[in-house]
């Protein structure tokens, strides 16, 4: 037990000292939007982790409401939701196909299809690039698109519409799916459902864009929780959600070969003395499995937490700043090193340094960009 600790701690340490000593790349960095108040569209800047500096490009695609964006894992593509409740005469939104170049970093545009589903606000690209999976929020359902040779989106080849509701009846009167994840092995699909109080777990067979029912179906967090994001810390153990309506975070064990999260821990991602409206957005890990970050919108800040390597517990570490009004979505950096938190009522995003011992977050410089609610990262492709 004594040499499978150290063996336990070592490879650890050396993930850590990778990521610190692995090569600077640049990245270009996507920014998702609202549209509603000057935003165009799909923002684009260029990012240089060796001195955390954000280069803005300027208006990269214009579309309506890219509110989330993800980019294939072959960084060739990139798939935006637009968030509304009405396409083509369909009671749905959309979600577009961008091809990336991956020198410059223009944005070409594919195709457009309904999401089946009103207001689509979370999507995200399978492991192996065959298909995208939507959430529709004001739909409550979630569905798969298969992605062809070129990047451009077939319809949707499976479609999974949730039932229920949960004891909020203002906000929890019917399924809410707010997001939507591919765990690490590619098997198995969860969707985080604001109005159901759940988790919901599908089987994924990404070569064919299918979703079926898992066993177990799904997990709980405490009633009138909201789940709306989730991630999947790098191991594979354990699992987390946000609970938007109680700012909270709930952790997970996670049985990988079964798809079975069971509920451990919930904690608040607030300071006791805190007292005002608040909601939290966006959920992510950090590469190295150290720290868990959400961002809150009222408090206006990111809670930082540190995970328990063998439990996967939490324990609130603090809450920094995002020195702007409304953070919502937020992204590490792939070498680890940094955090960019967009800031949605100020047009601006803040660029935090991570203390790679600590996990604390030191805040820079803020850079403006239009309504920002989702960022993500993408290679620059090398000369």
């Known amino acids: 037990m004594i040499r499978m600790k150290w063996i336990s701690k070592f490879c650890l340490l050396a993930l850590v000292s990778l990521m610190q000593a692995a090569p600077k790349s640049e990245y270009f960095v996507y920014i998702g939007t609202y549209t509603d108040k000057g935003s165009k569209g799909i923002y684009g800047f260029r990012f240089h982790p060796s001195g955390g500096r954000l280069e803005p490009m ?15 894992p072959n960084h060739k593509f990139l798939y935006a939701v637009n ?3 009405n396409f083509g005469g369909q009671k749905a939104g959309s979600v577009s196909a961008y091809a990336i ?21 979370h999507l995200v690209v399978d492991k192996t690039n065959k298909c995208v999976l939507v959430a529709n929020y004001n739909g409550g359902s979630v569905a798969a698109f298969p992605i062809k040779e070129d990047g451009r989106l077939g319809e949707a080849s499976a479609f999974v519409q949730h039932t229920g509701s949960s004891v909020d009846k203002g906000r929890q009167e019917g399924p809410h799916a707010h997001g939507i994840y591919a765990s690490a092995d590619n098997r198995f699909a969860v969707a985080a459902d604001l109005g159901l109080d759940q988790v919901v777990v599908y089987k994924l067979d990404a070569a064919n864009g299918a979703l079926t029912p898992n066993d177990p179906p799904f997990a709980k967090v405490p009633p009138g929780g909201g789940p709306r994001h989730f991630a999947f810390h790098p191991t594979a153990k354990f699992g987390y959600t946000n609970n938007e309506m109680t ?13 079975a999260l069971n509920s451990i821990q919930t904690i608040s991602t607030l300071p006791k003395d805190f007292s005002g409206d608040n909601s939290t957005a966006e959920i992510a890990a950090h590469p190295s499995g150290r720290f868990l970050y959400v961002s809150n919108r009222g408090h206006n800040s990111i809670a930082v937490f540190a995970i328990d390597a063998k439990k996967g517990t939490l324990t609130a570490l603090e809450h920094a700043s995002t020195q702007g009004k409304t953070p919502r979505g937020f992204a590490i950096d792939p070498t680890g090193g940094y955090l960019l938190a967009g800031n949605q009522d100020t047009d601006n995003i803040m660029i935090f340094k991570i203390d790679p011992k600590s996990g604390r977050l030191k805040a820079g410089k803020l850079v403006e960009a239009p309504r920002p609610v989702a960022v993500a990262f ?3 492709a090398a000369k």
């Open 83 to 85: 968030e509304t409740d």
């Open 247 to 259: 700012s909270s975070v709930t952790a997970f064990t996670y049985d990988a070969g079964r798809g």
């Open 101 to 121: 170049d991956g020198k410059t970093g223009k944005l070409t545009f594919l195709n457009q299809v309904s999401s089946r589903g009103g207001a689509p606000c």
């Open 378 to 380: 993408v290679p620059v």
């Open 58 to 72: 300027g208006l990269m695609a214009e579309t309506v409401s890219p509110s989330y964006v993800a980019a294939s």
